[in-house]
């Protein structure tokens, strides 16, 4: 499940953004954060905004607790982050107001935290594509819907700060190859691909630096200055892109499902899953969507509903390092079993589990492909609650919105990737 981690510079740490916010005090092994996480949601989306220099910008660049925003972050279920920050430009036809989308940096700090594997443990990272793509393309996908002008795919780098370069610096600057300059991208964007994150820049360009000698030298108030009057552009530019980005996966997703109309009988859009579970990525994805979802809740075993949630579940139960539990039609279960019954459109049917599957007080999670009518996965929970386990949840790949099958399972928390309209 989507979950997106803001990271706010000068302006751009706004809780008005989100409806229904709470503030959380997040405690890591790394210390506290630089503020307080602002929680709430953006059209239905879960955001957290955090304050990269404090609530009130009282925090050199060089003494951001990078390790413990990251980190505080990822604990909270963030799996995307956007991260705004102010930049000199470097090159001319990145324009003071621009905003700017890098996807390469280079690093010129020269005493920060920069890695989580530090101590017990090395672990080398890949680096070469440190930005996200995806995040990119769709930021720059909506600066052109709302005429916003942007650079892309440009060179970061970051400097130790908090004083500003010399003319030397800059020209040397310019010689690396870098085309925009800050003080916050490294090592921010380091570690959040040490902890497997989805992050990407958001940038707003306040000045030409100092290589341009026709252009006022960059002071902190022209930048403060600049930054208030870009920050509802990029505040317009958020609310519009957020949406979108938990739009993606579930498009994605449905890409590769096949509908076949009028099976298995006339009127019937049926969604067939085998193209979805025969693609290596968009199954990968599948998997990857649950495994964040379910990773850091309670959770002792994995149950999966005849056939295909026996392919999705067996695949999440390895990913969660728990077991898996088949709940099978009549007849296919060789040890003692219980049953449960539920109404068909015409006539009955039944499930059944084996008597020792499940312990009692065990957290299972449901798993199936499809929630339609909701009979099926309402026997099988009940099932569950015969042995003593208790429902953590029930997650499908597809629900059917017509069929109101949510409404049959309002007991349990119910959780669906893609959601289709119509049968």
Request: hydrophobic residues 40%; glycine residues 8%.
């Given at each position: ?132 793509k ?18 892309k ?91 979108k ?21 006339e ?12 693609d ?15 990773k ?44 449960e ?14 008597k ?7 957290k ?60």
């Amino acid at each position: 499940m989507i979950k997106i981690g803001i990271i706010g510079g000068s302006g751009l740490d706004d809780p008005k953004l989100l409806e229904n916010y709470e503030e959380k005090e997040i405690e890591t092994p790394y210390g506290k954060p630089s503020s307080l996480i602002t929680c709430g949601k953006i059209n239905g989306i879960e955001v957290c905004i955090l304050s990269r220099h404090g609530k009130n910008h009282t925090i050199p660049p060089s003494q951001v607790n990078y390790r413990a925003n990251i980190y505080a972050l990822k604990l909270l279920g963030v799996s995307h982050i956007l991260a705004t920050t102010a930049v000199g430009s470097l090159k001319e036809e990145i324009k003071p107001g621009n905003l700017v989308f890098p996807n390469q940096f280079i690093d010129f700090t020269k005493q920060r935290a920069m890695s989580f594997y530090d101590k017990e443990e090395v672990i080398h990272t890949p680096m070469a594509e440190p930005f996200s793509k995806e995040l990119r393309e769709i930021l720059c996908q909506t600066c052109e819907e709302l005429g916003f002008e942007y650079n892309k795919d440009v060179t970061v780098i970051t400097i130790e700060g908090p004083r500003f370069s010399t003319r030397a610096e800059s020209f040397m600057f310019k010689n690396l190859g870098a085309d925009i300059i800050n003080m916050s991208t490294c090592p921010e964007v380091i570690l959040a691909n040490e902890l497997g994150l989805e992050y990407q820049t958001i940038a707003m360009s306040t000045d030409y630096d100092c290589w341009k000698q026709d252009e006022e030298a960059v002071t902190w108030e022209i930048i403060e200055q600049r930054m208030k009057e870009n920050a509802d552009k990029v505040k317009t530019l958020l609310l519009k892109v957020i949406p979108k980005i938990a739009d993606k996966d579930e498009e994605f997703i449905k890409d590769k499902i096949r509908t076949i109309p009028n099976w298995p009988k006339e009127g019937i859009m049926f969604r067939d899953i085998t193209t979805l579970l025969k693609d290596k990525e968009g199954l990968k994805k599948v998997i990857d969507i649950l495994e964040k979802r379910y990773k850091d809740r309670k959770i002792d075993i994995v149950a999966g509903v005849e056939s295909r949630g026996f392919i999705i579940g067996g695949m999440l139960a390895n990913r969660l390092g728990v077991g898996f539990v088949p709940i099978r039609k009549l007849g296919k279960l060789p040890y003692e079993t219980i049953k449960e019954e539920y109404e068909l459109e015409y006539g009955k049917d039944a499930v059944e589990i084996h008597k020792d599957a499940i312990q009692l007080g065990q957290k299972v999670l449901l798993v199936d492909d499809l929630i339609a009518t909701g009979g099926t996965a309402q026997a099988a929970a009940r099932l569950v609650e015969k042995l003593g386990g208790e429902i953590e949840e029930i997650a499908f790949i597809i629900e059917l919105l017509d069929l109101k099958g949510r409404e049959k399972l309002s007991k349990w928390r119910v959780f669906s990737i893609v959601k289709f309209e119509g049968e």
